[in-house]
């Protein structure tokens, strides 16, 4: 599926998201991206969750629950900050892509004006 293209920036914000309410853990979040309608495997999400830890936005710390070693992660500062940055640029974008949007026509109805 060619939307699947986008998908990587909307799963990597929405992660960040969570995180910087609450400390996260994987499986977690797999069950939270398939409320949302996203089918992301462990496979797709723990390199994700490990990328942002390496780039400095995730911060990572692990507990034992059950037996299993489990890790959680936490926005740090940057990881805030970054967030901070892509709503700007969401908001920009979706002020742009819907801004035109005419219900009736359907959704990708024809600019106003033109
Ligand atoms: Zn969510």
Do not use: N, W
């Not at 908001?91 to 359907?106: C, F, M, N, S, W």
């Amino acid at each position: 599926m060619l939307t699947r293209m986008f998908f990587g920036g909307f799963v990597r914000m929405h992660v960040l998201y969570h995180a910087a309410q609450t400390p996260i853990f994987g499986a977690e979040m797999i069950e939270e991206l398939r409320r949302h309608d996203y089918d992301i495997g462990p496979g797709t999400l723990y390199p994700m969750l490990h990328q942002l830890h390496q780039a400095g936005l995730l911060s990572c710390s692990s507990d034992v629950v059950r037996g299993k070693r489990r890790k959680y992660y936490r926005a740090t500062p940057e990881g805030i900050a970054a967030l901070d940055e892509a709503e700007r640029k969401l908001r920009e974008l979706v002020a742009e892509v819907l801004h035109d949007r005419v219900p009736e026509e359907g959704p990708y109805g024809r600019r106003g004006g033109e």
